[in-house]
């Protein structure tokens, strides 16, 4: 599994735009990058997935590096119920292959 | 609701004794994810199960095992209960690896007493 370096935490303020960085530079070439969060007492939820191109879904965009050794989550604007745990997880797309989750970033957002 | 059901919510138990988790995937999925959430080792990887066959596995002890059933819901068993094995298990189920996305369960707390 490809290892990842998140910050462990990042402050937001409500209605701002945050940018949450990855990096992952052992990746393999076959590898999604995918980000979930995990808010208060509820399991991870899915937010974003992507291979080369720069993704964007209601939730927020996913910009990846030209050379795929780090990428951005994007949250546009923020809100009070996008404080959670953000967790950046390079994964192949075999039916083998699981989501191995590491430390992620702890996002706070101020009122 | 995420389509994913776990029972109990909660459960609290004494050392050495066994306990059974069990979850519902969502509906169409045949793949599901056990995972346990402890405070000092984050989210783990425990096992998975495909469709009925156990398709890879994590850092799962000897004392535990799972299996899926053939309407496609699963069971973690854990047998003598360690206070180290308080925590959160979370299950997850997806259509086919990765590509489409985990869906995770509320999750199982479980307390070792």
């Known amino acids: 599994d490809a290892k990842t370096t998140q910050p462990n935490s990042m402050e937001s303020n409500e209605e701002e735009p945050v940018h949450l960085p990855c990096n992952h530079s052992?990746?393999?070439?076959?590898?999604?990058i995918h980000w979930y969060r995990q808010l208060p007492s509820q399991g991870p939820e899915y937010v974003i997935h992507?291979?080369?191109s720069n993704v964007n879904n209601r939730m927020a965009s996913l910009a990846i590096a030209e050379d795929r050794k780090s990428s951005t989550l994007i949250l546009h604007r923020a809100t009070l119920r996008d404080a959670a745990v953000y967790y950046c997880?390079?994964?192949?797309?075999?039916?083998?292959?699981?989501?191995?989750f590491g430390g992620g970033t702890r996002l706070m957002v101020k009122p | 609701d995420s389509g994913v059901t776990q029972t109990p919510k909660h459960l609290i138990t004494a050392t050495g004794q066994r306990v059974t988790l069990r979850c519902s995937p969502r509906?169409?999925?045949?793949?599901v994810y056990w995972y346990q959430q402890s405070l000092d080792q984050g989210l783990q990887f425990l096992i998975q199960y495909y469709n009925g066959e156990e398709r890879a596995k994590g850092n799962i002890l000897e004392r535990f095992s799972a299996q899926q059933f053939p309407d496609l819901h699963s069971e973690l068993n854990l047998s003598s209960l360690e206070l180290g094995d308080s925590a959160l298990y979370f299950c997850a189920s997806s259509s086919w690896g990765t590509f489409y996305g985990y869906t995770f369960g509320s999750g199982t707390r479980l307390t070792v007493v």
């Open positions: 992507g291979l080369t």
């Open positions: 997880i390079p994964a192949g797309n075999n039916a083998g292959n699981m989501l191995t």
């Open positions: 509906s169409g999925d045949l793949s």
């Open positions: 052992t990746i393999s070439g076959t590898d999604y």
